[in-house]
């Protein structure tokens, strides 16, 4: 069966493992065994700590085949992010140039360094490996992030947000870095990358332009990824797309990948998710669905079919359901269909 669970501290060889399969521009998990020990370690922290409002946690979870007892891939959310470092976005924006005596109007798109999403929740840390990219797992394990949302809403806000990885190529190059690079910065962009993922970001503010970057003053090649997805990342993207995220004119500011947003009450599967009380029998339905216990430190989910009574808001699941989730008959579990 395949479950998401907690990270704990015996996953860091798998969590290595995925820091070097992810590749360039996945920030959130540097390639340092040290840092990553220290980000399971804050998870840890985070799943045990009682929260009645956002705040620094991060919740990093895993997806375990449980026949191999292999991790084949990780998911998390940031409760809050910006409190403790300085969060950076482009927003795209206009200035008009226009003299009515020459009868001359431009319109100029801008880029301009800024703070803005400072506080709200971020979504993050996606990863599933190559064989086990089948039975909707990448679903699975993007969607079950909103029941979790949803069950303790108290623990994040009212923004969540997920930035997009942007266009490199295969050896970590990025069109918009190189030409940042080239005018304001003297290292490559695996270099900057790994840097921010290990959170050296002094950088930014020293280096970066204070004022708004001309968009047309970019080479052609930086201005065809602004706003643009890696081709491996447009999967994940329609799937925010059809919970209801859309972009507001955010970018990464290394290699210009959107940022899309949605408020926590109009996420699709926040909205249409169910609470029902436990009952464990046999399952006649075929109807899959994505289902998670109502715990935090003990929190489990899986995909499986289940039986519905919706008048008694009941739902029937089988007693290898049930042991994945660590329920018990007349136990509360949160679901929506997958």
């Not at 840890?44 to 919740?59: H, L, R």
């Not at 290292?187 to 900057?192: I, K, N, S």
Request: one cysteine or more; a negative charge.
């Amino acid at each position: 069966m395949i479950i998401v669970r907690p990270i704990k501290k015996s996953d860091l060889k798998a969590l290595y493992r995925i820091a070097v399969d992810s590749g360039h521009g996945f920030t959130s998990l540097p390639v340092n065994e040290q840092l990553l020990g220290q980000r399971i370690s804050h998870a840890e922290e985070s799943f045990s700590k009682e929260v009645s409002q956002a705040g620094n946690e991060g919740y990093l979870f895993v997806m375990e085949d449980t026949e191999t007892g292999e991790v084949v891939g990780t998911s998390g959310i940031e409760a809050a992010v910006g409190l403790d470092d300085a969060f950076y976005h482009y927003h795209l924006g206009k200035v008009v140039h226009s003299s009515r005596e020459l009868n001359i109007y431009n319109t100029v798109e801008t880029l301009s360094l800024c703070n803005d999403y400072t506080g709200a929740s971020e979504i993050c840390t996606l990863f599933l490996s190559d064989s086990h990219r089948k039975n909707n797992n990448g679903r699975f394990l993007s969607r079950f992030r909103f029941l979790f949302i949803a069950e303790h809403k108290e623990r994040f806000s009212d923004t969540i947000i997920a930035e997009m990885r942007g266009v490199s190529d295969e050896n970590g190059s990025s069109p918009f870095w190189n030409w940042l690079e080239e005018h304001f910065f003297s290292m490559d962009f695996p270099t900057a990358d790994y840097l921010t993922g290990i959170g050296k970001k002094e950088f930014i503010a020293e280096l970066m332009p204070k004022y708004p970057i001309y968009v047309n003053l970019l080479s052609k090649d930086a201005q065809d990824v602004i706003n643009k997805v890696h081709p491996k990342t447009m999967p994940a993207l329609r799937l925010l797309e059809a919970e209801g995220f859309a972009r507001r004119g955010y970018v990464d500011i290394f290699d210009a990948g959107p940022t899309v947003e949605s408020h926590i009450n109009s996420i699709r599967t926040v909205n249409q998710s169910k609470r029902c009380q436990v009952i464990i029998a046999e399952v006649q339905s075929t109807d899959n669905y994505i289902i998670c216990n109502s715990k935090v430190d003990n929190f489990r989910a899986t995909q499986a079919p289940l039986s519905l009574r919706d008048t008694a808001n009941q739902v029937v699941i089988s007693q290898d359901v049930a042991d994945a989730l660590m329920v018990n008959e007349g136990d509360w579990v949160r679901l929506v269909a997958n």
